[in-house]
């Protein structure tokens, strides 16, 4: 395998927000934002935009964290004894294989489960953006249909607020449909990006840890 030669998760991450950020202000100055929220009766596009900031942001520092944790592992591959300097989840979990000689394997599952633990609820929160434009489209069709349903008298006039009221119900089928999926969409790719992220640096850490330490600590665990 090719070492990791940086630990420049950060600034992609940095890059995707720039770039999301570039998209939603071409958005605004188009008007989009201003004509879902003119025509979502239901604020649910309102609502899924503010899931999809404060999800973005939790993204962000997620990916801080773990670029940290890239950063010690770059510095434990160049020199195994720097890290137990160091303060992160890597550092821990190798002080914990040096002193109390517990299972290599163990330990780096663990590492990989507690650093994955940490984007569940960015998937979750992907997962709840596409329901919720989901739960618009219902909306907007049980909207569309009321009127149907109460209209009595068939002549022009009647037929051309039926008209009205059907669309006002289709566009808040469609915003919060676009809405939640282009959010869930958005919010999976950022999650990916710090998923196979985390692949690697458990990859990487098993293969640093078999070089630097053999099997002794696996053996010694069983001794």
């Given at each position: 395998?090719?070492?990791?030669?940086?630990?420049?998760?950060?600034?992609?991450?940095?890059?995707?927000?720039?770039?999301?950020?570039?998209?939603?202000?071409?958005?605004?100055?188009?008007?989009?934002?201003?004509?879902?929220?003119?025509?979502?009766?239901?604020?649910?596009?309102?609502?899924?935009?503010?899931?999809?900031?404060?999800?973005?942001?939790?993204?962000?520092?997620?990916?801080?964290?773990?670029?940290?944790?890239?950063?010690?592992?770059?510095?434990?591959?160049?020199?195994?004894?720097?890290?137990?300097?160091?303060?992160?989840?890597?550092?821990?979990?190798?002080?914990?294989?040096?002193?109390?000689?517990?299972?290599?394997?163990?330990?780096?599952?663990?590492?990989?489960?507690?650093?994955?633990?940490?984007?569940?609820?960015?998937?979750?929160?992907?997962?709840?953006l596409l329901k919720l434009g989901l739960l618009g489209t219902i909306i907007g069709f049980?909207?569309?249909?009321?009127?149907?349903?109460?209209?009595?008298?068939?002549?022009?006039?009647?037929?051309?607020?039926?008209?009205?009221?059907?669309?006002?119900?289709?566009?808040?089928?469609?915003?919060?449909?676009?809405?939640?999926?282009?959010?869930?969409?958005?919010?999976?790719?950022?999650?990916?990006?710090?998923?196979?992220?985390?692949?690697?640096?458990?990859?990487?850490?098993?293969?640093?840890?078999?070089?630097?330490?053999?099997?002794?600590?696996?053996?010694?665990?069983?001794?």
């Amino acid at each position: 395998m090719t070492p990791l030669k940086d630990a420049h998760l950060l600034l992609r991450a940095t890059l995707v927000l720039l770039l999301i950020a570039f998209a939603a202000y071409v958005a605004v100055d188009r008007g989009l934002f201003a004509l879902v929220f003119a025509a979502d009766r239901s604020y649910l596009s309102s609502i899924i935009l503010v899931i999809y900031v404060v999800a973005t942001t939790h993204w962000f520092f997620l990916a801080r964290a773990l670029n940290r944790e890239r950063a010690d592992f770059i510095a434990f591959e160049a020199e195994p004894t720097v890290i137990f300097e160091r303060g992160g989840l890597i550092a821990h979990f190798v002080r914990e294989l040096t002193a109390a000689n517990t299972s290599r394997d163990v330990l780096v599952n663990a590492l990989n489960d507690d650093l994955s633990n940490r984007h569940a609820l960015g998937h979750l929160l992907a997962d709840v953006l596409l329901k919720l434009g989901l739960l618009g489209t219902i909306i907007g069709f049980i909207l569309m249909l009321i009127p149907v349903g109460e209209m009595q008298d068939v002549d022009a006039s009647s037929m051309k607020s039926l008209l009205a009221a059907m669309s006002g119900g289709m566009a808040i089928a469609l915003f919060t449909t676009l809405t939640g999926l282009v959010t869930s969409l958005l919010l999976r790719l950022q999650y990916h990006i710090l998923d196979s992220s985390l692949v690697e640096l458990g990859t990487r850490l098993s293969v640093a840890l078999e070089r630097s330490y053999g099997d002794g600590a696996a053996d010694n665990s069983h001794a």
